[in-house]
């Protein structure tokens, strides 16, 4: 996940911030570092379209802790 991490740090045009995060919860399984790399994705997905908010909240659907969830769901509008 630290890959990813570095990643948010860039600014990506839409369509790769949607591959980012596509991957990001398809290769990450643990609950906590795929939130957490959501979570650094938040910002700048909070700046971009509707179809990015679209791909992140699809994404947080791969958690499956409550408490993860909430936490990544509550980071973006």
Do not use: C, M
């Not at 860039?10 to 790769?16: A, E, G, H, S, Y």
């Amino acid at each position: 996940s630290n890959i990813y991490k570095k990643i948010a740090r860039i600014n990506l045009p839409d369509d790769q911030l949607i591959a980012a995060l596509n991957s990001a919860s398809n290769g990450i399984r643990s609950d906590h570092y795929l939130t957490e790399t959501l979570l650094a994705f938040s910002n700048q997905v909070n700046r971009s379209s509707e179809k990015v908010k679209s791909a992140y909240r699809s994404a947080i659907k791969s958690i499956n802790s409550n408490t993860y969830y909430g936490r990544a769901s509550k980071a973006v509008d």
